[in-house]
């Protein structure tokens, strides 16, 4: 089955420590994103990449990086300088062929920071 | 300043009733609108979709209508089920600049009563 996975679903960190979600896609996607729900609110962009060795900042890059090695994996560090990492967050991809934009996500990493 | 909005928090119905979701838009580049659906600790899923070269999509229950004088989108579920209960995301993107990449409203959470 095709599709995107995130792990862990939940996860617990200290606060100080750097910590990396990870983000994995066989539908053969050239564009991936990571996005941070907060209660209440919307989906904000984090980080993109439209290619491999390639990413962008969103709106909320601050305290976040990401690579982008292989086509499949776009993993995220929240870093230390990240001030409230406490959220839900989703990583997702899409086509970059055609004129269809949706965005395929997967079922999302809770990172809790204590 | 937010470019997608989602006035309404909540929105509750009763079984087999019409469920209207708005969202309005302020970025004249935005040309692709989609609606996702989201339940709790799940990443959203894809819905439906509407070019800014059409002024409705129907797709089963669901129809999504744009209004691009107005900057406006709504969808419409008939007849609304107890399952459609969920958040539902309205989001836009510049597809011609920026191909998946789009900008979320903060969410409509629909309650529909059996």
């Known amino acids: 089955d095709g599709g995107i996975t995130q792990s862990p679903k939940y996860l617990f960190r200290k606060e100080g420590q750097n910590v990396t979600l990870s983000c994995e896609q066989n539908?053969?996607?050239?564009?991936m994103y990571w996005y941070r729900q907060d209660p209440g609110q919307g989906l904000r962009l984090i980080y993109y990449?439209?290619?491999?060795?390639?990413?962008q900042k969103g709106d909320i890059a601050e305290g976040y990086s990401v690579s982008r090695e292989k086509k499949e994996s776009f993993p995220l560090t929240v870093t230390s300088a990240q001030k409230n990492p406490t959220a839900f967050y989703l990583c997702?991809?899409?086509?970059?062929?055609?004129?269809?934009?949706?965005?395929?996500f997967g079922p999302g990493t809770r990172l809790t920071v204590l | 300043d937010q470019q997608v909005k989602q006035n309404s928090p909540s929105l509750s119905v009763q079984e087999g009733r019409i469920s209207i979701l708005n969202c309005d838009y302020t970025n004249s580049m935005f040309d692709y609108f989609l609606w996702y659906k989201k339940y709790p600790a799940e990443g959203p899923t894809f819905l439906i979709s509407?070019?800014?070269?059409?002024d409705k999509n129907e797709d089963g229950r669901f129809t999504v209508f744009l209004n691009k004088s107005a900057k406006h989108l709504s969808l419409h579920i008939v007849p609304s089920q107890p399952g459609d209960s969920a958040v539902y995301f309205c989001?836009?993107?510049?597809?011609?600049?920026?191909?998946?990449?789009?900008?979320f409203g903060d969410g409509t959470t629909l309650t529909v009563k059996p």
């Open positions: 990449s439209q290619i491999v060795n390639d990413f």
């Open positions: 989001a836009a993107s510049a597809s011609r600049t920026n191909a998946g990449k789009s900008t």
């Open positions: 997702a991809s899409s086509s970059r062929t055609g004129d269809r934009n949706e965005q395929f």
């Open positions: 509407i070019s800014s070269i059409k």
């Open positions: 539908l053969n996607h050239d564009a």
